[in-house]
């Protein structure tokens, strides 16, 4: 027989048990239902291929929203060392300003994953459009009323690649007037030489001064897509992909000076380029790298998110962009990247 006591208890146990239940059911509720952000920040020449693996992401896990901020790579880096905003992913333009900007205080690893290389863009209303070719493309340039595109180097790899590829034009095509003519006459630009190489310096940004009649100055090179496209410029320096993917004509240059080939790394060396803040850039090839910085709240899913930009669906995803991945990717420490992601990529 039952006591009224033992009863009281089984009923009280009963009610408890129901008001858990209900309770962690309610709580599992929310957490699916919840929506967590990724945020990356991304060299704007990676616009068009990040949306695709954003896309891709977002469907693999429906319930992150991916929020990417494109800016010049310098600009990018800053965000993250001078201004303290959180990232969980950073991809730059140039791999070098992970190192020379980011370890060890803000990250301790990265992944190089991409190429690329620097052309002269145009479209069927820029002037001259039916003669400018690979030889004569600078003095194109040079031509009076003729105006063109440049990024900032102190905010974008773009920028100071761009002036680079010009020095270099002096000694491939034999005129030592290339640069002087198309960049230094018409910018607060200077150059000088120092031994065998020629010493790029930029101004502080507000005083790069360049003749609005001649040059477009911006801070991200795809913003100049859309001047080329009004017809408020006729050329622009622009990478490869960024001209493939909106449809524009470009002049491939020589890889003796266009930094898209690794066999000519000695050659890019005799260009070097100051920015305003003293750090100096040395000509090298165009390759693309990234990290997850010490500040990512959504670690985990930085890391989902890098193992799709390297695996051959993401790799693939880079090749229909008009950029060449690299494969495998390529590790700066193996022993520091994160266990998921050892492999997809070799040691540099």
């Not at 992913?89 to 370890?103: E, R």
């Not at 990234?290 to 880079?318: H, R």
Request: glycine letters at 4%; proline letters at 4%.
């Amino acid at each position: 027989m039952i006591s009224k006591y033992t009863t009281q208890s089984i009923i009280v146990l009963s009610i408890l048990l129901v008001v858990l239940a209900t309770s962690f059911s309610g709580c599992t509720e929310v957490t699916d239902n919840e929506e967590t952000t990724l945020k990356i920040f991304h060299a704007g020449s990676l616009g068009m291929p990040m949306e695709e693996l954003e896309q891709r992401f977002e469907e693999l896990h429906p319930n992150v929203d991916v929020q990417r901020e494109a800016a010049g790579s310098v600009a990018c880096v800053k965000k993250i060392t001078e201004l303290d905003k959180q990232a969980d992913i950073l991809a730059s333009a140039d791999y070098t300003l992970i190192p020379s900007m980011m370890i060890p205080e803000f990250t301790d690893w990265y992944i190089v994953f991409a190429r690329n290389q620097i052309v002269i863009a145009y479209t069927n209303d820029s002037k001259y459009n039916d003669e400018i070719n690979q030889s004569n493309w600078y003095d194109i340039l040079r031509r009076d009323g003729v105006t063109f595109g440049i990024s900032n180097p102190n905010d974008d790899p773009c920028g100071y690649r761009s002036q680079i590829v010009t020095q270099l034009a002096e000694t491939y095509y034999s005129d030592d007037m290339i640069y002087d003519d198309i960049m230094e006459a018409n910018t607060g630009i200077t150059i000088s030489s120092k031994g065998n190489v020629s010493a790029i310096k930029m101004p502080m940004s507000e005083e790069i001064n360049p003749d609005t009649k001649k040059i477009m100055l911006r801070s991200m090179e795809v913003e100049l897509s859309s001047a080329l496209e009004m017809g408020e410029i006729d050329y622009f320096y622009i990478y490869r992909s960024v001209a493939v993917q909106h449809g524009f004509k470009f002049v491939e240059l020589p890889s003796q000076i266009d930094l898209g080939s690794i066999e000519y790394t000695d050659m890019y060396n005799k260009v070097n380029i100051e920015l305003s803040n003293g750090k100096v850039i040395d000509g090298k090839p165009i390759v693309y790298g990234m990290t997850i910085p010490k500040n990512a709240i959504e670690y985990d899913l930085a890391v989902e998110f890098v193992k799709l930009m390297i695996s051959e669906e993401g790799q693939q995803i880079f090749l229909n962009n008009g950029q060449p991945p690299i494969i495998p990717a390529v590790s700066s420490d193996i022993n520091a990247v994160p266990d998921e992601l050892k492999e997809y990529l070799t040691k540099e």
